[in-house]
C-alpha cells in the first residue's frame, strides 16, 4: 500500500510539473505572436513608399555639375548617410554626417531641418579611385536608394540624387573633399540617444 501512495504521489507530481511546463510554453508563444503582431515593421507599407518612391526618383537624378551648382544655394545641404568611418576618411566639402542607421523623425530634423529645405545625396557606388573610403556595394544596394526612401518616407521630398560615376581624381571633385586622406579632418554628427 505504501508503494501505491508513492507511486501516486509521484505521478501526481509528474502531471503537475508537465501541465506548469505546457502552460509556460504557451505563455511563452503567446508572448512571441503579441511581439509580432506589436512589431512596428510593415513590409508590405516599405514596399508600397518604395513603389511611389521609385517613380518620383527617377526625376532628381542629377549630374555631377548640377549637383555642386545646387549646393551652392544656402537651402540646400549635401547630406552623407555612410559609416562613420568612411565620412571621416573621404566626404564632399561641407557634407552634413547622419549615418543611415541614426534615421529617424528626431535625428533627420537635427541633421537637416525644415522639410522644405533641398538635400544632395551620394553615397559610395558613385566614386572610384578609392577602394578605402569608397568601397562599391552590389547596385541594388547602394546605400543612395535605402537613403532615398526613408528621406521620402519621413516627409523630407526635396531630395535630388547623384547620378554619376566619378572618379575621386576628376578634377571637378578632386578639390572638394575633405577628411582623414587629406588629413583635414571634419567630426561626424551623431545624434544623441535618449
Known sequence: MQNYFIYTLLLTFCLAINTLSAQKVNEHKDFQERLVKESPIEYPEFLKLSGKV????????????????????????????????DFMGRHIKGAVHLPFPKFNKESLEKAIGSKDKRI?????????????????KMAPLALNIPTFINLYG?????VYELKELVDVKDPRVEAKWEGIYGMNFKKSYEPSTP
Do not use: H, W
Request: with cysteine; net charge positive.
Open 54 to 85: 521609385q517613380v518620383y526618383r527617377a526625376g532628381r537624378l542629377v549630374s555631377l555639375d548640377t549637383f555642386f551648382e545646387y549646393a551652392k544655394d544656402p537651402n540646400t545641404i549635401i547630406l552623407d548617410t555612410r559609416s562613420v568611418s
Open 120 to 136: 544632395l545625396i551620394y553615397c559610395n557606388n558613385n566614386f572610384t579611385g578609392d577602394s578605402k573610403y569608397m568601397v562599391t
Open 154 to 158: 519621413y516627409g523630407y521630398k526635396n
